[in-house]
């Protein structure tokens, strides 16, 4: 294909869920991007590191042995639902227009200003290592596990890292229905109707379809497009024509326009 894209990239030592666009489905990766993310990860308490992981520097070390499971349990509870999160200097966050790992990579360190973001769910879980916990998160985009892992060690009075992070899920797109860029094959595409499968549906008769495929702007009682969009358009058999949101007056534009041709789909690839 001559267009790819990502709805999101990976730490470079991170394993797990990729969605990706082909063709026309590029066009779409925007709204995927915000989906909610699951993870899978261990956070290693006594141990601070230079990029909140184990592929850093040990910045710090800290006598944790007595920290409990309940204790942990209790501090992870503290780092979920709406919180403000610094991101680290080994993301892709741009900062005096440059990213962070550029700046990381010079030996240099900025201040940066805290994000807001969602913590859904924060479980940890004790392994055979008594330093070392099982966690799974559920986050909204934007969400830096490695910094959530940081901030554990700091709550506890210590410090720690995070290893082993493996993406879940990104919204409905999961491991379990992902498969390998080496194995990937042309039947293996899913249709790029699924990135925008959260988005509230509206489904058009034929003659308004070919007004959506020219881009016109729709009366929503017209089409019975509720709440406040975006709304995913297709036509009566289950094709995806556009993506739409609200304008003034009762109305809707197109913010994308889209029709499904062979091999433009999306797949979530591992």
């Known amino acids: 294909m001559k267009r790819c894209g990502h709805a999101g990239t990976l730490d470079p030592d991170a394993t797990g869920v990729l969605v990706i666009g082909v063709g026309r489905a590029t066009r779409l990766l925007r709204f995927a991007t915000a989906l909610p993310k699951s993870y899978e990860a261990e956070v290693v308490l006594g141990t601070a590191t230079s990029t909140l992981d184990a592929s850093g520097a040990v910045t710090g070390t800290f006598d944790m042995a007595a920290v409990t499971p309940d204790q942990v349990r209790a501090a992870a509870g503290s780092l979920t639902g709406r919180i403000l999160q610094i991101p680290p200097m080994v993301s892709a966050v741009r900062v005096g227009g440059r990213r962070l790992y550029e700046l990381a990579r010079a030996g240099i360190e900025v201040e940066r200003a805290p994000r807001p973001v969602e913590v859904f769910r924060f479980d940890v ?3 055979g290592d008594p330093q070392v916990y099982a966690i799974g998160v559920e986050c909204s985009s ?3 596990v490695r910094v959530l892992a940081a901030d554990l060690g700091a709550a506890l009075g210590g410090g720690a890292h995070l290893r082993v ?8 797109f999961s491991v379990a229905g992902a498969v390998t860029l080496d ?3 042309l039947g293996d595409l899913r249709p790029m109707g699924e990135l925008v499968a959260h988005l509230s549906p509206v489904v058009v008769e034929a003659a308004v379809a070919d007004e959506v495929t020219h881009g016109r702007v729709l009366s929503r009682p017209l089409v019975a497009a509720t709440g406040e969009g975006p709304w995913a358009v297709s ?5 995806l024509l556009a993506v739409y949101e609200a304008i003034p007056g009762e109305r809707m534009k197109p913010l ?3 029709t499904a041709q062979p091999g433009e789909s999306a797949f979530s690839g591992e």
């Not at 992070?165 to 409905?172: E, S, T, V, Y």
């Open 142 to 144: 934007g969400t830096y």
């Open 256 to 258: 994308v326009v889209v």
């Open 183 to 185: 194995a990937l094959g």
């Open 165 to 172: 992070l493996r993406r879940a899920a990104i919204g409905g």
């Open 235 to 239: 036509d009566g058999t289950g094709r």
């Open 125 to 127: 879980a004790p392994t």
